[in-house]
C-alpha cells in the first residue's frame, strides 16, 4: 500500500511540474518596472511678432521682398505712403518702410 500511495504522489508531482513548465511565461511584467523607451516630442511655438516690429528698426532681408508689398487702398485703416515709402504685411502686421533706408516708420497690428 505503501508502494501504491508513493507511486501515485511521484506520478501526481510529475503531472503537475510538468504542466507547470509548459504555461506561457508572463511577457507583462505587472510590477513597477520603468518604461526604458525613449520618445522624443517636437515642441512647435508660434512665434508672436508684434512685439517685433519697433519703428526705427530695419526690416529683416527676408521681408524686403515685393510679395510682401501691399496697396494701401484696400485696407481701411492704412494711410497713403509717402514719397519712397511702402507698406508691408508681415505676419498680420502692416508696416510702413522707407525704402531707401529700409526703417521702419510705423506699425499697424
Known sequence: M???TTAIVLSLTGLVATTAM????????HGNYQNHEIKTVKVIKKDD???????????PHEYQHSRYVIDYRQHQKLT????Y????KVNGNYVLVNEQSHKIIRVVY
Not at 511678432?49 to 519703428?55: A, G, L, Q
Open 2 to 4: 505503501k508502494k501504491l
Open 22 to 29: 509548459a504555461a506561457p511565461n508572463d511577457h507583462n511584467h
Open 49 to 59: 511678432h508684434r512685439n517685433e516690429w519697433r519703428v526705427g528698426q530695419v526690416v
Open 80 to 83: 497713403k505712403p509717402g514719397r
Open 85 to 88: 515709402q511702402k507698406w508691408y
